[in-house]
């Protein structure tokens, strides 16, 4: 069997990590392994650098807002849902991939600081994440913004969750519609068993020890769409960009979900991270490669957004002239 791909700063991290063996996440509890999720953060990320706006917003949950401006006229959102196997992670160990998005789209984005398991096991993330896109849709004065649309993003559980959020606002809408989605090597289908699983599920940074911890102490229900999004039909999401890492354990999942929105005739970009690994997207100063990944995801999604906002303002006034009595 051939060895696949891997970039030389990947290797670099790799055999690093691989050398120090040092205690994993699945061996300490989730109380130390947040306190090393925000340890590693400093050591495998770059800094936020500078914005206009960075502030803490009091909503159904704690979030924070990241924006190039101060003032804004009403137009799209982008709302960030964090990774980290619903157990680990938070508004700090997303703070420099949020400003950067942020800063490149010319957008708000606003991050969402969900419930953790095990202390709130499934479906408190989804509840959460749902109820919060909803209260940002509403343009909420604590936001200071005015939301015209939603896009919709989030990596690893939170590209499970931004899926899942998706769904919800499909089939029963917010103030605001979604206009776009961006699962980023999404946890889509948490109850299955895919080739990549054991050929990456080791030695890769993100194991199968490790999954098989976080699904023990989240406790979702593997067949409800909630937990397993790949499992609902995706007919009548937005225009939808999936990326994926070829290293990943859980890429077959997210190609599985791309393939699932085209077949459900979603509007849909695949990008996979060719000789990267999963949490790319937070290693950017440990794996210096991967801010072309995300430079080039964003200006997919920059093109995206606006032929979907342009949809939508044409579409909503020629509703308005329909409305107008003749």
Request: glycine share 8%; net charge negative.
């Amino acid at each position: 069997m051939s060895h696949p791909f891997v970039r030389p700063d990947v290797r670099a991290l790799l055999d690093y990590l691989a050398e120090a063996r040092g205690s994993q996440m699945n061996d300490v509890g989730h109380v130390e392994a947040r306190q090393m999720a925000r340890s590693m953060m400093g050591l495998m990320d770059v800094e936020p650098g500078e914005l206009a706006v960075i502030r803490d917003v009091a909503g159904p949950v704690p979030l924070r807002l990241y924006d190039a401006r101060e003032h804004r006229l009403p137009g799209p959102a982008l709302v960030y849902f964090h990774g980290g196997g619903f157990v680990v992670g938070d508004l700090d160990t997303h703070e420099p991939v949020c400003a950067e998005i942020a800063r490149v789209l010319d957008l708000p984005v606003i991050s969402v600081d969900y419930r953790l398991a095990p202390e709130h096991p499934w479906p408190a993330a989804p509840d959460d994440c749902e109820a919060a896109t909803r209260w940002i849709a509403s343009s909420p004065a604590e936001l200071g913004r005015s939301v015209a649309s939603l896009i919709l993003a989030g990596d690893s559980a939170g590209g499970a969750l931004t899926i899942v959020t998706a769904l919800a606002l499909r089939d029963n809408p917010a103030a605001a519609p979604v206009i776009a989605q961006w699962p980023i090597y999404p946890a889509a289908d948490l109850g299955g068993r895919y080739r990549s699983y054991d050929v990456y599920g080791d030695g890769y940074f993100l194991t199968r020890d490790g999954m098989t911890w976080f699904n023990q102490c989240y406790q979702p229900d593997f067949l409800h769409w909630r937990a397993s999004p790949l499992r609902a039909d995706q007919a009548g999401l937005p225009p939808t960009l999936v990326v994926t890492a070829s290293l990943d354990p859980l890429v077959d999942q997210g190609r599985a979900y791309a393939a699932k929105c085209v077949a459900a005739g979603v509007t849909t970009v695949y990008r996979e991270a060719r000789g990267n690994i999963h949490g790319f997207l937070n290693m950017r100063r440990a794996i210096p490669s991967s801010q072309g990944d995300l430079l080039g995801c964003l200006n997919v999604l920059k093109a995206m957004i606006a032929e979907a906002e342009a949809d939508r303002v044409m579409t909503e006034a020629a509703a308005g002239a329909d409305a107008v009595p003749s």
